[in-house]
């Protein structure tokens, strides 16, 4: 029989405890669970007595401690023929579920309140509302740069009340948070844009932009402007005749910067932060997967699940999104003629797409700068990459890659020839 081990939806309690009701809670709320009781924390199967009763004391339990009431089905087990007694709770259908006025969320292997911002998502969620419905007390946005763009775009004479309603921004007269993000005097705190151009010796910054109080649509065609500013098409001689390439393809950044816009996470306090190397790019976008969407479906390009539906909307009434839920088909498929190709690292409360420039010379930095640099414009790298691209003897690599791992620059995971190196900054 496999050993037991807790995890995020597994809990082990050697005996009954009142704690336990916390985990039921955190399991109603996230994806289900189970707690099993009369497993001890090292997987010890120790047994359980009177399972009847404590059952029947669970149940009765259950239906006065929880608001909205949880689902939870109770198995008896026979293993070393002692009895373990399995409550297997149900993901609900009405979260988040209470214990005692608080709702519960599972930190691996650990049960916590859950924070504000996530309690809010959930409740939003439940309704099946995205945070740019919600409606709001504003009364005092304007459009004028939502209207310009309408007008060029749509042919629309005036924007007003019923061309508001019409794209969703507004019902019964009360705008939402759609309305807000895209108005010019919305301010709202966390909707802002933070760029920074780096040179590449110490990280010393060649520019630095902050995109705030302003239309978030705007902040879309002034980041294009940005980017063809520090990384233009090259005009390349080749024979017979002259050639144009792209040093990061343009439609991968607009469909990186879209999804940093768009499908945030805007119930968390910070905003999209751009930095501009020479190597590269990188986007990171507040805000893990939507719920539903696995790591393997998402870089597939697979089925979408709009974070923020009203704003996604408008950008597609506009023509600047094509089509729903293609935008990392579309950054992969940018990249797909050259010897590059984008990263994405998915973390519980961030998102980030790395595009590198194709074809730069990463040999001609020193090798230290080398080194670092192809790191963070390819996370996960492998030595034998490394080895090709630096043109680096691999046992001088070697030493440099555990020079850095000493010093907390970097790290590595897997082993044998799946060795790869990522930075840890």
Do not use: W
């Amino acid at each position: 029989m496999a050993k037991f081990i807790e995890s995020k939806n597994v809990e082990l309690k050697r005996a009954f405890s009142l704690n336990m009701y916390k985990t039921i809670s955190a399991f109603s709320n996230l994806n289900g669970g189970s707690v099993y009781i009369g497993i001890d924390d090292d997987g010890k199967i120790v047994g359980v007595e009177n399972i009847k009763k404590i059952k029947l004391d669970i149940e009765n339990t259950i239906n006065d401690v929880f608001v909205p009431r949880v689902t939870v089905e109770f198995i008896t087990h026979k293993m070393d023929n002692k009895d373990v007694l399995e409550l297997k709770v149900k993901k609900g259908n009405k979260r988040p579920h209470f214990y005692k006025n608080i709702a519960y969320t599972r930190t691996d292997t650990s049960t916590v309140p859950m924070d504000h911002n996530t309690l809010t998502r959930l409740m939003l969620s439940s309704e099946n509302i995205g945070f740019d419905e919600v409606e709001t007390n504003r009364s005092d946005l304007t459009f004028d740069y939502l209207e310009k763009v309408l007008k060029e775009s749509l042919g629309l004479k005036e924007l007003n009340k019923s061309s508001l309603t019409t794209l969703g921004l507004m019902k019964n007269g009360i705008c939402n948070n759609s309305a807000v993000l895209l108005s010019d005097n919305g301010n709202m705190k966390n909707s802002y844009v933070d760029l920074a151009k780096f040179k590449i010796s110490n990280d010393v910054f060649e520019d630095r932009i902050m995109l705030d109080n302003a239309s978030c649509l705007s902040y879309y065609f002034e980041l294009l402007e940005i980017f063809n500013k520090y990384y233009p098409t090259l005009s390349l001689v080749s024979v017979p005749k002259r050639i144009e390439r792209e040093q990061i393809p343009f439609g991968a950044f607009k469909e990186a910067i879209l999804n940093a816009i768009i499908h945030r996470d805007y119930l968390i306090n910070r905003g999209v932060q751009i930095s501009m190397y020479e190597y590269g790019i990188e986007i990171n976008s507040p805000g893990g997967l939507p719920e539903g969407i696995n790591e393997t479906v998402y870089l597939s390009g697979g089925t979408s699940i709009l974070r923020n539906k009203t704003l996604a909307s408008v950008f597609f009434r506009l023509g600047i999104i094509e089509q729903f839920g293609t935008g990392i088909k579309r950054i992969i498929s940018n990249y797909s003629d050259t010897d590059e190709k984008p990263s994405f690292v998915i973390e519980d409360y961030q998102l980030k797409i790395i595009l590198p420039v194709i074809g730069y010379e990463y040999h001609k930095l020193n090798e230290e700068e080398g080194i670092l640099a192809y790191l963070r414009s390819h996370p996960n790298a492998t030595r034998a990459e490394m080895e090709k691209k630096l043109h680096i003897e691999k046992t001088s690599l070697l030493r440099k890659l555990n020079s850095f791992i000493e010093k907390g620059l970097i790290k590595k995971r897997g082993s044998g020839p799946n060795i790869n190196y990522y930075l840890y900054l």
